[in-house]
């Protein structure tokens, strides 16, 4: 097994994803099938069973999954040639998961420099797979995808990635790829209320080793289409609380009478071009 370390506090958030992945396999009925997440999760030194109390998010990291992979899955059928950019990427399996259903895609996968080596040792390579080693934050690595695919259309997904940063980066990072790109952006966007939780109170955040500080919330998607209307357009939405509501559990049915808690995170698609 092997133990794990990370640069940045963040990015141990990502086994969040990958151990709920990995229990869904186990539902009589999954949302998400992911049959390669189990198998990674029994190579890690890593006390996972921590999170087994955290109902809300063991529900709302599958839907939200789905969410994308659907969203995907969609785009690939209306497209010839297809870029997958994974943004992010940790150690999600969705290039393994997608692979067979979208032919004509490439995938790339994201991440910094530690978490990227991570990927490589722990989670097999679909057939047309890439790992890029790099900040999202650069520059570089778009106008490199831009030249080596000049003809694709491409699908950036964050997952569990933006509340993280202060909205001028990510709103900079968002107008860098709108003003490059012809496709879409795929991306979970927390509210206002979410955005100043404290994360000690989160049903997974509280058992990081340091605080995990949220830095930003939209309340509307216009507001993203504001950056640049003429790049950028608001697609569809997915309210992850309204979303498979009999798998949710009777507290979290309760909490979503309220609207700031139900629309606390929601996955948005943007077309950018």
């Known amino acids: 097994m092997q133990k794990i370390a990370f640069n940045d506090d963040i990015s141990e958030t990502l ?22 997440s189990k198998d990674i999760v029994k190579n890690i030194d890593y006390d996972f069973a921590k999170f087994d109390s955290s109902d809300l998010s063991r529900i709302g990291v599958i839907i939200r999954a789905k969410f994308f992979d659907d969203a995907l899955i969609e785009f690939t059928k209306n497209n010839d040639e297809v870029v997958i950019v994974q943004v992010g990427a940790g150690l999600d399996t969705r290039p393994l998961r997608l692979e067979e259903i979208c032919p004509n895609a490439i995938f790339y996968d994201l991440d910094l420099p530690d978490v990227s080596a991570l990927r490589d040792s722990l989670v097999p390579k679909a057939k047309r797979n890439f790992n890029i080693a790099s900040s999202m934050l650069e520059t570089a690595w778009m106008d490199e995808l831009k030249a080596k ?30 003003r490059r790109f012809e496709g879409i952006v795929a991306l979970d966007l927390i509210n206002n209320f979410a955005a100043k939780m404290d994360s000690r109170k989160h049903d997974t955040l509280k058992f990081m080793k340091k605080a995990v500080v949220f830095k930003m919330g939209i309340e509307d998607p216009s507001e993203v289409e504001e950056w640049d209307k003429t790049a950028i357009k608001h697609l569809s939405t997915g309210v992850m609380m309204s979303m498979y509501k009999d798998r949710w559990s009777l507290r979290a049915r309760i909490m979503r009478i309220f609207p700031s808690i139900r629309n606390s995170c929601r996955m948005f698609v943007f077309k950018i071009n």
């Open 15 to 36: 086994l969040i994803n990958l151990y709920f992945r990995s229990l869904e396999n186990e539902v009589k009925e999954p949302i998400l099938k992911d049959e390669f």
């Open 149 to 178: 695919h000049p003809n694709a259309k491409f699908a950036f997904v964050l997952e569990g990635v933006a509340m993280y940063f202060e909205k001028e980066v990510f709103k900079e990072f968002f107008l860098n790829l709108a």
